[in-house]
T-cell receptor, first 111, second 115 residues
Framework: DQQVKQNSPSLSVQEGRISILNCDYT??????FLWYKKYPAEGPTFLISISSIKDKNEDGRFTVFLNKSAKHLSLHIVPSQPGDSAVYFC??????????FGAGTRLTVKP | DTEVTQTPKHLVMGMTNKKSLKCEQHMGHRAMYWYKQKAKKPPELMFVYSYEKLSINESVPSRFSPECPNSSLLNLHLHALQPEDSALYLC??????????????FGSGTRLTVV
């Protein structure tokens, strides 16, 4: 039972444009949401997070939006850079430290 | 120190061997995790320790045995593994509860191959 879903396995955008990565979740107990970037054979690197009491969190080029009623969050990267090319995982955590990952979206930013 | 350190980075073991994976953090985090990641799949939660007590066990086979000797260390003891257990094993730590500002920190993983 996948509690966190990323329905787009891949996304390709042009350098300088916006990248939008989407994530849906089913467990209403999740109260904390995170985005990780991952390269092969490495641990996930934290990018940005948002708690369930907020609907937006911004950090430089990265913005995460949360729509609790729709159980949906998205990561916006503006402007996209070739160095952003990686697999991005959405994760959701409940108060008891139970954190689950989505399947990941491979982002390719073309020069 | 803002890192989670995992050793060894690579491990090859036979199906009759006994080995251990180690994880260490000195950030004062009181929750520690083991995840398993197969190629092109997301990390899958195996175990969560909260205040050195096992709080979540995701129905992991008994050939994987976690241990949390103190608040900085987390071990995963391996015995009689199968080739399908070959994967990247990731350790993570966080505050309890995780809080904002990226409360989870991951190690770089142990690449395990069972032959």
């Amino acid at each position: 039972d996948q509690q966190v879903k990323q329905n787009s396995p891949s996304l390709s955008v042009q350098e300088g444009r916006i990248s939008i990565l989407n994530c849906d979740y089913t467990n209403s107990m999740f109260d904390y949401f995170l985005w990780y970037k991952k390269y092969p054979a490495e641990g996930p690197t934290f990018l940005i997070s948002i708690s369930s009491i907020k609907d937006k969190n911004e950090d430089g080029r990265f913005t995460v939006f949360l729509n609790k009623s729709a159980k949906h969050l998205s990561l916006h990267i503006v402007p996209s850079q070739p160095g952003d090319s990686a697999v991005y995982f959405c994760a959701a955590s409940a108060y008891n430290n139970d954190m689950r990952f989505g399947a990941g979206t491979r982002l390719t930013v073309k020069p | 120190d803002t890192e989670v350190t995992q050793t060894p980075k690579h491990l090859v073991m036979g199906m009759t061997n006994k080995k251990s994976l180690k994880c260490e953090q000195h950030m004062g985090h009181r929750a520690m995790y083991w995840y398993k990641q197969k190629a092109k799949k997301p990390p899958e939660l195996m175990f969560v320790y909260s205040y050195e007590k096992l709080s979540i066990n995701e129905s992991v086979p008994s050939r994987f045995s976690p241990e949390c000797p103190n608040s900085s260390l987390l071990n995963l003891h391996l015995h009689a593994l199968q080739p399908e257990d070959s994967a990247l094993y990731l350790c993570a730590s966080s505050q309890v509860p995780p809080g904002e500002a990226g409360g989870y920190t991951f190690g770089s993983g142990t690449r395990l191959t069972v032959v």
